[in-house]
C-alpha cells in the first residue's frame, strides 16, 4: 500500500465547476499535512496547509479527519488558472512523503 | 524575490560524466532537502541537512552525494550519471525537519543525459 494515495486523474471539469480531491494516508503518526500545486515542468508551491478543524482560502477548502486518515481538498468556482496538478502530502517524522498527484484540467 | 535558488535551471551531461547541481537559500532556514522527481511520479526525497548533520534515505543510491559548506549551500553531487537519473532534481529548505511548517521549494533543476 502506498504510504500516500490520491484519486487517479486527470479531472476534466468546465470552468464554474465544483471540484473535489480525496487522499488517503497509512501512518497514523502523520504530523501534519498539506496541499501543494505544481504546475507543468515546475516546482511544487504550497497551496494550504491541512487542520484537522478544516480550513478554508477563498475558493479552495481542505477538510482533515484523522480517524481516517483522509484529506480533501475542494474548489469552487474552477478557474482556467487552476489547471495543474494537486500533491496530497504528509508530513510524518520531519519528512514529506508526496502522493502521485491528481492532475485538473479547467476547459472554457 | 527568489527564496531558494537552484542554479542551473538546466543541465545536460555525458552518461558517466560527474554532474553537481546547486541550491542557496536566503531564509535562514536550518534544513534542507534534495528530491528527485521523474516525469509524472511524486518527489522522492535523497536526503536531507539538518545543519551539518547528513540524513540519508534508505535507498538513495551511493551515486548521490551531497555538501552543504554553509548555512545558505547545499549541492548534490551525482558520480557516474546514468540514463536513469535523468529528472528534475528540487532543493526545499524548512526550519526544523520535525516541524509543522511546510517546506518552500526552488525552481529545479531538469538534468538531461546523453
Known amino acids: 500500500r502506498k504510504e500516500v494515495e490520491q484519486d487517479p486523474g486527470p479531472f476534466n471539469v468546465p470552468e464554474g465547476a465544483t471540484v473535489a480531491f480525496n487522499c488517503t494516508y497509512s501512518n497514523s503518526a502523520s504530523q501534519s499535512f498539506f496541499w501543494y500545486r505544481q504546475d507543468c515542468r515546475k516546482e511544487p508551491k504550497l497551496l494550504m496547509s491541512?487542520?484537522?478543524s478544516g480550513n478554508e482560502d477563498g475558493r479552495f477548502t481542505a477538510q482533515l479527519n484523522r480517524a481516517s486518515q483522509y484529506i480533501s481538498l475542494l474548489i469552487r468556482d474552477s478557474k482556467l488558472s487552476d489547471s495543474a496538478t494537486y500533491l496530497c502530502v504528509v508530513n510524518w517524522g520531519g519528512k514529506l512523503i508526496f502522493g502521485q498527484g491528481t492532475e485538473l484540467s479547467v476547459k472554457p | 524575490d527568489a527564496m531558494v535558488i537552484q542554479n542551473p535551471r538546466y543541465q545536460v551531461t555525458q552518461f558517466g560524466k560527474p554532474v553537481t547541481l546547486s541550491c542557496s537559500q536566503t531564509?535562514?532556514?536550518?534544513?534542507m532537502y534534495w528530491y528527485q522527481q521523474k516525469s509524472s511520479q511524486a518527489p522522492k526525497l535523497l536526503f536531507h541537512y539538518y545543519d551539518k548533520d547528513f540524513n540519508n534515505e534508505a535507498d538513495t543510491p551511493d551515486n548521490f552525494q551531497s555538501r552543504r559548506p554553509n548555512t545558505s549551500f547545499c549541492f548534490l553531487d551525482i558520480r557516474s550519471p546514468g540514463l536513469g537519473d535523468a529528472a528534475m532534481y528540487l532543493c526545499?529548505?524548512?526550519?526544523?525537519?520535525?516541524?509543522?511548517?511546510?517546506?518552500?521549494f526552488g525552481d529545479g533543476t531538469r538534468l538531461s543525459i546523453l
Open positions: 526545499a529548505t524548512s526550519f526544523f525537519p520535525q516541524g509543522v511548517q511546510p517546506q518552500h
Open positions: 531564509l535562514n532556514h536550518n534544513v
Open positions: 491541512v487542520y484537522s
